[in-house]
């Protein structure tokens, strides 16, 4: 049975079972979770250190709740107007209340259906999260009534790390390219600091230039403190589902996020480790990892995505086409590991309830999960 409570100040309704309890904020619908790993649970998801703080400028409800994975429409920061519509950062679905429709409860499943209404768009938006018995994952579903466009779209997974630079393996399925920003992510004028090159396509993600000259890897996390940057890889859509990985083997957990390319067709990695010194952030954000997967134009929101942009013009989708018929999904996942374990390799289908982690040092570890839930 579902139950609201109050998780980091903020009303969330709740579910779980033996792996995994989840909590969606009322507010937004942001999605944290505490997973079994064995002897303890962990909570790998980033909650904003200003959660019992008042809002500094009355700034949009997302930043206010800022924690774990939300569902973004229109994805990005939506400067602009579209059409006449002027969308808070990352949609109405990141900043509005979702009610509780429905608590499922069957044999070996729990879940929850929750709904919010779209007033800009005049339409509906409905989340579904699921937990099966003896899955250390979460199944997420979005679905739309009364609602026909074309949007941006992402999920905002983001996570939390050991403020030790290097200290968690960051892992992608193979992209076909990636990109640094075209233009500055943070500027020193707005008391912001970025450190990446702009402009550049990103050939080796363990050596990604700088304006200072050098390189960053990008394959490691925390990366040198002090920045605020921004990256998009372009995935693979041939493959079957794309996977995101972060390991942190002196914390013994493995995070894993699983996705369709077809319907979800970026990565983005936002990057805070210490760039941002305006409020609420005042430099005291470190360490944290927004593994992104999106179909977008960066973060620049609806009117760059659907306009023609680079991507559109080297054939990579930058928004999808929403109607009643569209379903967003994505599978979050988390398992112990050792001490000496160095990233992953590849996710792998074994059967129709099994997947494979395969590590680097060739560990090959089998995880209950129903990856045909995302689609084909």
Same mark, same amino acid.
């Given at each position: 049975m579902a139950i609201l409570k109050t998780h980091y100040g903020r009303p969330s309704y709740t579910v779980k079972n033996e792996k995994v309890e989840v909590y969606i904020t009322v507010e937004g619908g942001h999605l944290t979770a505490d997973f079994n790993i064995g002897t303890r649970t962990i909570n790998p998801y980033f909650i904003a250190p200003w959660w019992e703080e008042a809002p500094y400028y009355k700034e949009d409800k997302?930043?206010?709740?800022?924690?774990?994975?939300?569902?973004?429409?229109p994805f990005g920061g939506n400067d602009d107007e579209y059409n006449g519509k002027k969308y808070p950062v990352h949609g109405e679905t990141a900043n509005n209340n979702w009610e509780l429709v429905n608590v499922k409860k069957s044999s070996g499943k729990v879940g929850l259906d929750l709904?919010?209404?779209?007033?800009?768009?005049?339409?509906?938006?409905?989340?579904?999260?699921?937990?099966?018995? @003896?899955?250390p994952v979460i199944y997420s579903t979005h679905r739309f009534s009364k609602l026909s466009g074309s949007f941006p779209v992402g999920h905002h997974p983001t996570l939390k790390f050991p403020v030790k630079e290097g200290v968690a393996y960051i892992d992608i399925s193979k992209p076909i390219t990636g990109f640094t920003t075209p233009v500055p992510f943070e500027e020193a004028k707005n008391k912001g600091y970025s450190r990446l090159k702009l402009n550049t396509e990103i050939l080796d993600r363990?050596?990604?230039?700088?304006?200072?000259?050098?390189?960053?890897?990008?394959t490691r996390y925390p990366t040198s403190f002090g920045y605020e940057d921004l990256v998009v890889f372009i995935n693979d859509q041939s493959r079957d589902f794309c996977f995101s990985a972060t390991s942190v083997p002196s914390e013994g957990y493995l995070y894993f996020q699983l996705k369709n390319p077809k319907v979800l067709a970026e990565t983005l990695f936002w990057m805070s480790n210490g760039g941002r010194h305006y409020p609420p952030w005042n430099g005291r954000v470190r360490g944290v990892l927004g593994i992104e997967e999106i179909t977008a134009y960066y973060h620049y929101g609806i009117k760059p995505s659907i306009d023609n942009n680079e991507f559109q013009k080297r054939g990579f989708k930058s928004y999808l086409d929403i109607d009643e018929n569209c379903e967003i999904k994505i599978i979050m996942g988390a398992i112990p590991i050792d001490s000496d374990f160095k990233?992953?390799?590849?996710?792998?289908?074994? @059967?129709?309830?099994?997947?494979?982690i395969k590590g680097k040092n060739g560990e090959a570890i089998d995880i209950p999960c129903f990856v045909d839930f995302l689609g084909n």
């Open positions: 997302i930043i206010q709740v800022l924690r774990g994975d939300f569902f973004c429409m709904k919010t209404e779209l007033s800009l768009d005049n339409g509906e938006v409905f989340k579904t999260i699921e937990l099966y018995d @003896n899955h363990s050596k990604v230039p700088t304006l200072d000259g050098e390189s960053l890897d990008l990233g992953v390799e590849d996710i792998v289908k074994k @059967n129709q309830d099994t997947i494979t």
